[in-house]
């Protein structure tokens, strides 16, 4: 089978890219952030999403060096947007706030190695704490113990933001929201959805008002995934959502595109 037999060597063929899809502050229209998102330049199938790789490298492992090159590429990107070093920025530097989301998968996180690589990767690139949000999956963290957190907890106490990716679709516990060393959830895009018919289903709209109310409660920002209208991104903001990310705003794309939701063009 191609793929399998392709991953091992891709990274040192340098067929790994990405791409950056911006979170827009809900106050201001205005860019917070963007995710890396990872993409394969493969050799024969051309271009491939993380779904067909990343199970196949987290079963194989190759998602620890695939994972820090991520990091690696993502925090460098963000020293960039800061600086106003990226090509066709014409506005400068001051861009300190800009950060950037970078996914681990489970295996990156059981790593012993997590904490002091990420350290070194913000060192090297000379990039603060601030600037970096990890997204970690509902999933992953399901069961850790007071242990398994610690490293979690470790980057959130040095100023790393920990986003909880997806939530709302695997088993939450929202007991379990207080013991979790996250500053954000990620409202997964299947909340958002219910908010496109006209009106909104009036129950989407209990949950989701519910779950910002909680959230707010518990000191943690709220971002909504999979915004595609705008009656959605209108819905949401009456929601009192923090931050929003979707195709309504942006797809993901080249590094190059995030400056523009800077100062969004109105
Ligand atoms: O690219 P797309 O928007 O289709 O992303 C699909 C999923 O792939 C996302 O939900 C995200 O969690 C995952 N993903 C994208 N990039 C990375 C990455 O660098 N590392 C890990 N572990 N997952 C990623
Ligand atoms: O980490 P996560 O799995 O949430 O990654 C986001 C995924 O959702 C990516 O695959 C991205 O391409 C996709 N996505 C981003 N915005 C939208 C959107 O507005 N609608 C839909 N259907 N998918 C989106
Ligand atoms: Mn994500
Ligand atoms: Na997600």
């Known amino acids: 089978h191609s793929l399998t037999n392709h991953l091992p060597g891709a990274l040192e063929r340098d067929e ?58 993502a925090v460098e990107q963000a020293y960039f947007w800061q600086r106003g070093l990226v090509e066709g920025d014409s506005a400068g530097a001051g861009r300190e706030p ?5 996914n681990l998968s489970p295996r990156q996180l059981h790593h012993p190695d997590l904490v002091p690589d990420t350290i070194a990767v913000l060192e090297a690139a000379g990039v603060s704490p601030e600037s970096l949000c990890l997204e970690v999956t509902e999933s992953a963290l399901i069961g850790a113990d007071e242990d398994e957190l610690k490293p979690l907890r470790q ?44 009106p909104a289903d009036p129950l989407d709209v209990t949950f989701v008002g ?11 920002r709220v971002t909504v995934e999979g915004v595609e209208t705008e009656a959605q991104a209108q819905q949401l903001r009456e929601l009192d959502c923090d931050t929003a990310q979707g195709w309504y705003y942006a797809r993901p794309a080249s590094p190059e595109s995030i400056p523009a939701y800077w100062s969004p063009s109105d």
Do not use: C
């Open 16 to 73: 790994f890219f990405l791409e950056y899809q911006p979170l827009i502050r809900m106050l201001d229209g205005r860019v917070d952030g963007a995710e890396a998102l990872v993409r394969w330049r493969h050799p024969v199938h051309g271009r491939l999403g993380p779904d067909r790789f990343i199970p196949l490298a987290e079963h194989t492992g190759l998602i620890v060096p695939l994972g820090r090159w991520v990091l690696e590429q």
């Open 98 to 102: 800009l950060r950037v989301n970078v």
């Open 155 to 198: 980057l959130a106490e040095l100023g790393v933001d920990i986003a909880l990716d997806d939530f709302g679709t695997g088993y939450s516990n929202l007991a379990n929201l207080r013991r979790l060393p996250a500053t954000t959830l990620k409202l997964d895009r299947s909340f958002t959805q219910g908010l496109q018919q006209h």
């Open 210 to 220: 519910g779950i910002v109310s909680l959230a707010h409660a518990l000191g943690l």
